[in-house]
Nanobody
Framework: QVQLVESGGGLVQPGGSLRLSCAAS????????MGWYRQAPGKQRELVAR???????NYADSVKGRFTISRDNAKNTVYLQMNSLKPEDTAVYYC??????????????????WGQGTQVTVSS
């Protein structure tokens, strides 16, 4: 089965940096896009950044100029470099992948997959 495994969250002071990683594993034929979403307490999950197979990216306005998404296609891994972090960036960050992979039935299916989430806390 396909799995997304995240790493890199933690506690950082305002103005600091963190780098998140997410690796997709399992029987994967094609990854169309990977991205990061976040959900703060009492708020809806929102898109942070997304990168498509061709390399095009899009970012939430609130993180433009501070966050950078990148991807290693050979490793099926996506990264989120977060600089100049602010307290309002505090949230659980979830990795997402739009991919064609083998499901539990044994058939290949294109669908969204999600990681388990990693906490990012920005506080002094």
């Amino acid at each position: 089965q396909v799995q997304l495994v995240e790493s890199g969250g933690g506690l950082v002071q305002p103005g600091g940096s963190l780098r998140l990683s997410c690796a997709a594993s399992g029987s994967i034929l094609t990854i169309y896009a990977m991205g990061w979403y976040r959900q703060a307490p009492g708020k809806q999950r929102e898109l942070v950044a997304r990168i498509r197979s061709g390399g095009s990216t899009n970012y939430a306005d609130s993180v433009k100029g501070r966050f950078t998404i990148s991807r290693d296609n050979a490793k099926n891994t996506v990264y989120l470099q977060m600089n100049s972090l602010k307290p309002e960036d505090t949230a659980v960050y979830y990795c997402n992948a739009d991919l064609l992979g083998k499901g539990v039935s044994g058939s290949f299916l294109r669908r969204d997959y999600w990681g388990q989430g990693t906490q990012v806390t920005v506080s002094s």
